[in-house]
């Protein structure tokens, strides 16, 4: 099993800044991607960027240029730097981890962008 803990969300005017984190623990050992995914209301959960274990990337064409993600692999955390953020961005921003073919899900973190 693994467990993850989100933390970073939060409430940001347009054009602001947030950083997201996300630790797993438990059985950590062959983790593969890491990746963050968001779920607006009334909307399917959908990939925001993944990394991968050799520090390969892909983002969503939306925050491509806007959202950074990255990962240090020997604390087990993933990080997602979002900057020039949008209405559009708001969401329930979720960790996402993938071993041997099964996703493990953090609880996700709100993140408002609103004036």
């Known amino acids: 099993q693994v467990q993850l803990v989100e933390s970073g969300g939060g409430l940001v005017q347009p054009g602001g800044s947030l950083r997201l984190s996300c630790k797993a623990s438990?059985?950590?050992?062959?983790?593969?991607?890491m990746g963050w995914y968001r779920q607006a209301p009334g909307k399917q959960r959908e990939l925001v960027a993944e990394v991968t274990s050799g520090t390969n990337s892909i983002y969503a064409s939306s925050v491509r240029g806007r959202f950074t993600i990255s990962r240090d692999s020997a604390k087990n955390t993933v990080f997602l730097q979002m900057n020039s953020l949008r209405p559009e961005d708001t969401a329930v921003y979720y960790c996402?981890?993938?071993?041997?073919?099964?996703?493990?899900w953090g609880q996700g973190t709100q993140v408002t962008v609103s004036s």
């Open positions: 996402g981890v993938t071993k041997f073919s099964r996703t493990y």
């Open positions: 438990g059985s950590t050992f062959d983790i593969n991607t």
